[in-house]
T-cell receptor, first 110, second 114 residues
Framework: SQQGEEDPQALSIQEGENATMNCSYK?????LQWYRQNSGRGLVHLIL?????REKHSGRLRVTLDTSKKSSSLLITASRAADTASYFC??????????FGTGTRLTIIP | NAGVTQTPKFQVLKTGQSMTLQCAQD?????MSWYRQDPGMGLRLIHY???????DQGEVPNGYNVSRSTTEDFPLRLLSAAPSQTSVYFC?????????????FGEGSRLTVL
């Protein structure tokens, strides 16, 4: 399967702490994207990182990509209650298809 | 700006019935796609289109038909619904395709097949 695997499946942290979730894959990618999904809603794009990039930032989000280990991580700093959601990595292999993982469910405890 | 609009939001069908899930976007995006989301399985690509008149199959196309007669619309048709098609369906669009940019998602259509 070309699906990414997120780890952990679920994560609960205290508000203000940092949250880290990981995505591993098996086949070389063109780009990797992270999405957020609030309960009962559609997915929202967070960050796209290309295979020749190692790190990208957007506000409190930091994404790293290690192509040698075929893995990526999403770090959310200074978490807030509003960050409670499911987070998905999505893989592009240079074609018109985007393959999603099964997601990490993040719960921020006030 | 409405973005990606899906209708209906909820639908209950009986086995064997047919229906069409509608998807419209007002961003002039060339690329549109349909995913289904099932518990524990993430999102799986059903069909996609890179422009009007062009469609192609994704990972799980069986039981679904699509057409793309205009840039704005990308309907998904279930010809003979089965209980296995009970799912949440998401339509998504992109300016440059998934290999170059972000996908914009609709709010989903929740389908139950009895």
């Amino acid at each position: 399967s070309q699906q990414g695997e997120e780890d952990p499946q679920a994560l609960s942290i205290q508000e203000g702490e940092n949250a880290t979730m990981n995505c591993s894959y098996k086949t070389s990618i063109n780009n990797l994207q992270w999405y957020r999904q609030n309960s009962g809603r559609g997915l929202v794009h967070l960050i796209l990182i290309r295979s020749n990039e190692r790190e990208k930032h957007s506000g409190r989000l930091r994404v790293t990509l290690d192509t040698s280990k075929k893995s990526s991580s999403l770090l959310i700093t200074a978490s807030r209650a509003a960050d409670t959601a499911s987070y998905f990595c999505a893989l592009n292999f240079g074609n018109e298809k985007l393959t999603f993982g099964t997601g990490t469910r993040l719960t921020i405890i006030p | 700006n409405a973005g990606v609009t899906q209708t209906p939001k909820f639908q209950v069908l009986k086995t064997g019935q047919s229906m069409t899930l509608q998807c419209a976007q007002d961003m002039n995006h060339e690329y549109m796609s349909w995913y289904r989301q099932d518990p524990g399985m993430g999102l799986r690509l059903i069909h996609y289109s890179v422009g009007a008149g062009i469609t192609d199959q994704g990972e799980v196309p069986n039981g679904y038909n699509v057409s793309r007669s205009t840039t704005e619309d990308f309907p998904l048709r279930l010809l003979s619904a089965a209980p296995s098609q009970t799912s949440v369906y998401f339509c998504a669009s992109s300016h440059g395709g998934s290999n170059t940019g972000e996908l914009f998602f609709g709010e989903g259509s929740r389908l139950t097949v009895l």
